[in-house]
């Protein structure tokens, strides 16, 4: 079955930086754009980045210019390299496809607090 694995969250002052970066496991990987998102307490899961099976990204608006995802489609891993971390980031952050949705994973925290 399907499988991704989220890791590299943690606690960061604002204006740090964390590597996010998820394995994926039971899919035809390069075949599928595949996506980060993010459920802050309270609030709904909403995609922040994207990445389609040839490279090209997108970003939500608040993300964009600090965050960037790339994918390594041999090795079947997505990351997320964000920078200039805000406390309005604070959130568990999953990967998924961007236009198929699997089985959510564990997810990874990512708290940025001074």
């Known amino acids: 079955q399907v499988q991704l694995v989220e890791s590299g969250g943690g606690l960061v002052q604002p204006g740090g930086s964390l590597r996010l970066s998820c394995a994926a496991s039971?899919?035809?990987?390069?075949?599928?754009?595949m996506g980060w998102y993010r459920q802050a307490p309270g609030e709904q899961r909403e995609l922040v980045a994207s990445?389609?099976?040839?490279?090209?990204?997108a970003y939500t608006d608040s993300v964009k210019g600090r965050f960037t995802i790339s994918r390594d489609n041999a090795k079947k891993t997505v990351t997320l390299q964000m920078n200039n971390l805000k406390p309005e980031d604070t959130a568990v952050y999953y990967c998924?496809?961007?236009?198929?949705?699997?089985?959510w994973g564990q997810g990874t925290q990512v708290t940025v607090s001074s």
């Open positions: 998924n496809g961007a236009s198929v949705i699997w089985a």
């Open positions: 039971g899919i035809i990987f390069r075949m599928y754009p």
């Open positions: 990445v389609t099976q040839g490279g090209n990204t």
